[in-house]
């Protein structure tokens, strides 16, 4: 499809709304690659959506000296704990994970990521980061400025969450 179709909105004169729309449509087409890869990922890593999460939130925990209980996995991927324990047992005994007592807590556990599977992760993803890394690194200052401001834009337009309309209720 043609970036200029302006596919969700409409064919418009005006090419300040042309860019904008050109715009959106690079950012959906980065967002299907980033799917796509994020996909090939667990594919490779043999694991669902939520197992990959639960191991990234984990490493990013280790890496800042943090220990994460169950439950704070199941509110970070907004799954009950039930649901958490099946992930959590199925990334046990795959070798992802472990239990461990929490140190000051003797009622409370704690999961933490196996060394191998920081291994795993690095290997899988690592070449992708040097490329992702090598996209922008050449950027001047004013540039990743404007990226960064236009995400955060964009973030904050998609964060937005409307209320639920009622058919029955006039609006």
């Keep these: 499809m043609d970036a200029t179709t302006g596919y969700w909105y409409g064919e418009d004169d005006d090419s300040r709304r042309r860019r904008a729309v050109d715009l959106l449509q690079a950012f959906r087409l980065y ?4 799917v796509a890869m994020r996909r090939r990922t667990r594919d490779a890593m043999a ?4 197992d990959l999460l639960t191991l990234r939130y984990l490493l990013k925990a280790v890496r800042e000296d ?6 704070e996995l199941a509110r970070y991927l907004g799954v009950s704990t039930a649901s958490m324990t099946v992930i959590i047992d199925r990334l046990e005994k795959s070798g ?8 000051t ?7 933490i990521p ?22 922008v690194s050449g950027m001047t200052p004013d540039e990743t400025r404007i990226v960064m401001d236009c995400l955060a834009r964009m973030q904050a337009a ?3 969450i409307e209320p639920a ?6 609006a």
Excluded at 31 to 34: F, H, K, V, W, Y
Excluded at 66 to 71: D, E, K, M, Q, W
Excluded at 105 to 111: H, T
């Design 31 to 34: 967002r299907a690659a980033e």
């Design 47 to 50: 694991m669902g959506e939520n």
């Design 66 to 71: 943090r220990l994460v209980s169950p439950a």
């Design 96 to 103: 992802h994970v472990r239990r461990g007592p929490h140190p």
């Design 105 to 111: 807590d003797r009622r409370s556990i704690v999961v």
């Design 114 to 135: 196996t060394v191998e599977t920081d291994e795993e992760v690095r290997r899988t993803l690592g070449a992708m980061h040097v490329r992702m890394l090598d996209a």
């Design 158 to 160: 998609v964060d937005v």
């Design 165 to 170: 309309h009622d058919e029955t209720t006039p």
